[in-house]
């Protein structure tokens, strides 16, 4: 029981084994990861016994880039019996109780890769949920209230409907949505489907109790690459007065809420208004990733912002070397400046080739 499991995005695989390579390394935990492309998820096995318990407790998960989830798992359960897959289950999570202090949950998902060939397994997993959850709490390892904020959520992991893995997350360093997707629905008045992209970045990088302190009426944004303005919507419809820079044409749909000014420029030449200050910087233009990273350091090192998110269009070819050596420049721009910040990048569900980045200068 000394193996890690990380879902993301299929076909960055890759870049998920090179991200928790690097992050057991600095925590002197060696191991190695099992690779298989286009498949969801990665399983990083330890060297050493139970440092995979501990690189769930001490690897920030909101640090990690490309993992969607992070959970201790078991060995793979293969060839389970249709008439009784619960009991070989039941058995792991008795040989993961043994090794862990394992602490009542509330929670269990019974998960698969986000990949097409994993989608048949949608129905099976949702009906099966019920008998295991059943099971689990005849064991006193499931019940109704809240788990603490230091407890466990279990996982079962399918990737065959014969085949599983058995494991768990920590609750305050986890996701918690179920296979680490948030569901979002697309507003049905958004000028675009990349809205949601940074509808799910204001989830995932800000707490819902500071969203009105840090989103608000009061405050300024510029939506740099703005058309034809699905990013720009999101801050009209958290009050913000929007400069929505671009050459194209915007939706009239927001003109109509007396919320934004369309400045019909270049995002690299645009500055903003003279002794006006401006909170939020937005940014989903597409452009080489090392220029976008240069532009918001300007930005920021030029005190012409506060807060910013924006995307950075990856290579196909060493895309997390090159999303490191962006967060190195901006990171080394911002300190030259002696710039108190705080910087968190994640590919986000709703994002294909890009991660998103978060900056608040503090």
């Known amino acids: 029981m000394n193996k890690l499991a990380l879902y993301c995005r299929p076909g960055f695989e890759k870049e998920v084994a090179a991200e928790i390579t690097d992050h057991a390394a600095d925590l002197g935990i060696f191991g190695f990861a099992r690779v298989q492309e286009h498949s969801g998820y990665v399983?990083?096995?330890?060297?050493?016994?139970?440092?995979?318990?501990?690189?769930?407790?001490?690897?920030?998960?909101?640090?990690?880039?490309?993992?969607?989830?992070?959970?201790?798992?078991?060995?793979?359960?293969?060839?389970?019996?249709?008439?009784?897959?619960?009991?070989?289950?039941?058995?792991?999570?008795?040989?993961?109780?043994?090794?862990?202090?394992?602490?009542?949950?509330?929670?269990?998902?019974v998960e698969m890769a986000d990949t097409n060939e994993s989608k048949s397994l949608s129905?099976?997993?949702?009906?099966?949920?019920?008998?295991?959850?059943?099971?689990?709490k005849k064991k006193g390892w499931l019940m109704a209230s809240t788990p603490q904020k230091s407890g466990l959520f279990l996982h079962c992991f399918f990737v065959k409907p014969n085949s599983c893995y058995v494991g768990y997350s920590y609750t305050n360093n986890h996701s918690e949505h179920f296979m680490g997707i948030p569901r979002l629905k697309f507003p049905a008045d958004a000028p675009s489907r990349s809205t949601l992209k940074l509808e799910e970045a204001i989830l995932t990088f800000i707490p819902r109790k500071d969203e009105e302190k840090c989103l608000n009426g009061n405050m300024?944004?510029?939506?740099?690459?703005?058309?034809?303005?699905?990013?720009?919507?999101?801050?009209?419809?958290?009050?913000?007065?929007?400069?929505?820079?671009?050459?194209?044409?915007?939706?009239?749909?927001?003109?109509?809420?007396?919320?934004?000014?369309?400045?019909?420029?270049?995002?690299?030449?645009?500055?903003?208004?003279?002794?006006?200050?401006?909170?939020?910087?937005?940014?989903?233009?597409?452009?080489?990733?090392?220029?976008?990273?240069?532009?918001?350091?300007?930005?920021?090192?030029n005190g012409w912002c506060r807060e910013t998110i924006f995307n950075l269009k990856l290579p196909m070819k060493k895309r997390y070397q090159e999303v490191m050596q962006c967060l190195e420049n901006l990171t080394e721009m911002l300190n030259k400046q002696n710039l108190s910040f705080e910087i968190q990048a994640k590919h986000l569900y709703h994002d294909r080739e890009e991660i998103t980045v978060h900056i608040v200068l503090k």
């Open 220 to 301: 300024v944004g510029v939506d740099l690459g703005a058309c034809p303005g699905g990013w720009t919507y999101q801050l009209v419809k958290r009050g913000l007065f929007v400069y929505a820079v671009d050459h194209g044409k915007m939706a009239e749909s927001l003109y109509e809420t007396g919320r934004i000014e369309h400045c019909a420029e270049d995002g690299f030449k645009f500055q903003p208004p003279k002794r006006k200050k401006v909170d939020w910087l937005v940014c989903d233009m597409v452009e080489q990733p090392s220029r976008i990273a240069n532009l918001i350091g300007k930005w920021l090192v």
């Open 43 to 109: 399983l990083f096995e330890c060297y050493q016994p139970n440092e995979a318990d501990r690189l769930a407790r001490e690897i920030p998960f909101n640090q990690l880039i490309f993992a969607r989830q992070m959970l201790v798992v078991s060995n793979l359960l293969e060839n389970l019996d249709p008439a009784d897959r619960i009991s070989p289950i039941i058995s792991a999570f008795e040989a993961l109780s043994a090794q862990v202090n394992f602490q009542p949950s509330s929670h269990l998902f």
């Open 123 to 136: 129905t099976f997993c949702r009906k099966f949920t019920v008998p295991l959850r059943q099971a689990l």
